[in-house]
T-cell receptor
Framework: NAGVTQTPKFQVLKTGQSMTLQCAQD?????MSWYRQDPGMGLRLIHY???????DQGEVPNGYNVSRSTTEDFPLRLLSAAPSQTSVYFC??????????????FGPGTRLTVL | GEDVEQSLFLSVREGDSSVINCTYT??????LYWYKQEPGAGLQLLTY?????DMKQDQRLTVLLNKKDKHLSLRIADTQTGDSAIYFC????????????FGRGTQLTVWP
């Protein structure tokens, strides 16, 4: 079991460029989510998905798109990168609605810098 | 309010006990979690407690839950330098399936 994997680990973009952050899990989890972590702000939810074909917005969705075509993958797309999107991005996954199985498992993160 | 509250910093001496506190928001939250984040890494689940429990012990970790005050604490006994990390409290409210609400994290520094 690889758990939750994310690529790339580091990325530098110029303002206006677009890119996709990849996230995959091999635990057959229904729920997947993307967070960004900024100093002093903790974790803020960007988008989440409760299953293939179903996505919804979190607290800070502007500037990001997601899709969920398979159970395993949940990519995050930055449409036109801005310096305010410089952050560390974490993908997480869990089972759904089973009490203690709601434990979220996190990937190692992608450190993104937008110049 | 909406926020899960934690103090931002805690410093302790090696060998002492650490207590990290959290105030959560929803009295109907079913599960409460503690995650640990080491520098440059993702979040690792430390422990969780179900809302019908007052206490849970797991080796050096003790979680106390006061539902009346919506207060959660994590006690680390015999704190070691390897325990230096950011600790996040999170609650599962159940209103949105699967979603956890996180505090801002407490930076624990352990001095030798």
């Amino acid at each position: 079991n690889a758990g939750v994997t994310q690529t790339p680990k580091f990325q530098v973009l110029k303002t206006g460029q677009s890119m996709t952050l990849q996230c995959a899990q091999d635990m057959n989890h229904e729920y997947m989510s993307w967070y960004r972590q900024d100093p002093g702000m903790g974790l803020r939810l960007i988008h989440y998905s409760v299953g293939a074909g179903i996505t919804d917005q979190g607290e800070v969705p502007n500037g990001y798109n997601v899709s969920r075509s398979t159970t395993e993958d949940f990519p995050l797309r930055l449409l036109s990168a801005a310096p305010s999107q410089t952050s560390v991005y974490f993908c997480a996954s869990s089972y759904l609605g089973r009490g203690d199985k709601d434990t979220q498992y996190f990937g190692p993160g992608t450190r993104l810098t937008v110049l | 309010g909406e926020d899960v509250e934690q103090s931002l910093f805690l410093s302790v001496r090696e060998g002492d006990s650490s207590v990290i506190n959290c105030t959560y928001t929803d009295s109907s939250s079913t599960y409460l979690y503690w995650y640990k984040q080491e520098p440059g890494a993702g979040l690792q689940l430390l422990t969780y407690i179900f809302s019908n429990m007052d206490m849970k012990q797991d080796q050096r970790l003790t979680v106390l839950l006061n539902k009346k005050d919506k207060h959660l604490s994590l006690r680390i006994a015999d704190t070691q330098t390897g325990d230096s990390a950011i600790y996040f409290c999170a609650e599962y409210r159940g209103s949105t399936l699967g979603r956890l609400y996180f505090g801002r994290g407490t930076q624990l520094t352990v001095w030798p």
